[in-house]
């Protein structure tokens, strides 16, 4: 499976390049700026898709052999799959005892999302400064992503009651879960850019992550109570 994965990979460079190399030409001969700039964020994507099939196909291959202490918490989770597929790629959480290193390695994993997503959409709000109200997905997504960075942050700088630590985040985390924000339940729309195609997507990507990491959560609050 993995050696077809990146077969499909180099396919996937091989048009990258192919494409990279077009819009290299002169603009007069070929395409405009404005083409040639949609052209290389598009390139971007693909390359950013391909790495993500290849990094699935080896987490997979990596659950197939996850320990109990993973596979247990994560069975009474609402995603069993994806939670046993990226804990399992993590030789921390690999050799966590316990439900709390596993749900901290979770959280850090969504966080590492937002990161990323709060730095794109920062940078393309200053592109954007002055030049009238920023596109509504931007907004929405900006707003979420900071929500949720905020909540992340203030968890994993809290150290002195691990207990209220915890029931704080639950306590996010059941209000925000409960209604989804615009960036989740209508975004992206049709004139989204890529740059906001790719910020709605990340935060996509930690929104369906919270909910495992909510599981998780839960199962130490009640070992606590």
Excluded at 38 to 66: N, T
Excluded at 73 to 79: A, N
Excluded at 184 to 204: G, W, Y
Aim: positive net charge.
């Amino acid at each position: 499976m993995l050696a077809s994965v990146l077969i499909s990979t180099d396919s996937l460079c091989y048009i990258c390049i192919s494409i990279t190399q077009l819009i290299r030409r002169p603009v007069s001969s070929i395409i405009s700026q404005g083409v040639r700039s949609k052209l290389m964020a598009a390139v971007g994507l693909l390359v950013l898709v391909g790495l993500q099939v290849v990094v699935g196909s080896m987490a997979a291959q990596e659950a197939g052999d996850a320990p109990a202490s993973i596979t247990g918490p994560c069975s009474r989770t609402g995603d069993k799959k994806a939670c046993v597929e990226l804990l399992s790629g993590i030789p921390e959480a690999r050799k966590a005892t316990t439900v709390g290193p596993l749900a901290e390695l979770y959280l850090q994993a969504i966080a590492n999302h937002t990161t990323e997503a709060k730095a794109m959409a920062t940078k393309l709000l200053a592109t954007m400064k002055g030049k009238g109200v920023p596109p509504v997905c931007l907004q929405q997504c900006t707003a979420s992503v900071d929500t949720l960075s905020n909540a992340l942050a203030a968890f994993f700088s809290a150290s002195a009651d691990v207990n209220k630590k915890y029931r704080d985040l639950d306590g996010f985390l059941v209000g925000f879960l409960k209604q989804p924000p615009i960036c989740m339940s209508a975004c992206p729309i049709r004139s989204c850019d890529m740059e906001e195609v790719t910020i709605a997507d990340k935060f996509h990507q930690a929104w369906k992550m919270l909910g495992v990491a909510h599981d998780l959560i839960t199962q130490i609050l009640g070992t606590k109570s």
